[in-house]
């Protein structure tokens, strides 16, 4: 009698063994035709743009109503939108159930311009190429002295390895000018000079800055001298020296 009992709790282990990995298959397959057959995008909400139309967003993200939301690769999304939209900075691609699918974009502006044969080439603060154009823009900053290696749209710029650090130094710049309200006074910089960046400010100043500084720190300073002098003086600032700056009329 004791050996039946005994077979029969050996043969309800085995099962139990078996049934509960079975049960997370049976419950893995049903939530996957869930996601399968359900959560279709009925709706894409698109915001932030200003430059690109909701259209443009739409067709550029090769997304269609009645895809399965948890099937979209929001990276290649992302991918697309960059590549098709060159003045697009920032994506965000959410999921709003049961049926939409939410991208917001975030654009940027043509901040510098580098010339190119003809042409020129228009770039964010951040180095992305936006597109060539006859004539750049009156607010975007002229880089003088350097050359872009195999420009292409959307893509960052080259500058090659002897001038890429310069340039990072001159975005840098762009940067932090624009956080100050400093950048449309901005006309030119020109990063030929080893020793110094030159920086036309206001069409009355040639600044010269270190390379190898706290550029905000200089900006800074560059204001404060500015407000200082009266409106009709032209002439050179001079910001090479460690806490020190100097101004010689024209």
Partial sequence: MERKKSSRRRRRGRLSFLWKPLCVVVATAAMLVAVTFFFRVNHIEVTGMSRYSRQEVLDASGVELGRNLYFINKFEVKKALFTAL???????INRRLPDTLCIEVRECAAEAAVADGGGFWL??????????TDTPDAPCVLFEGVTLTEPVVAEQADFGEESAYRAGVAFTLLRE??????????VSLDLSDDTALRLNYLNR???RLPWTSDVGYKLDTLDTVVNYLENNETGRIDLMTEGKASFIPQ
């Fill in 205 to 207: 100043f040639t600044v």
């Fill in 86 to 92: 060159p003045y697009v900075e920032e994506i965000r």
């Fill in 123 to 132: 770039l964010s603060a951040n180095g992305k190429l936006l597109e060539r």
């Fill in 177 to 186: 000018a624009d956080r100050r309200g400093m950048r449309e006074r901005m």
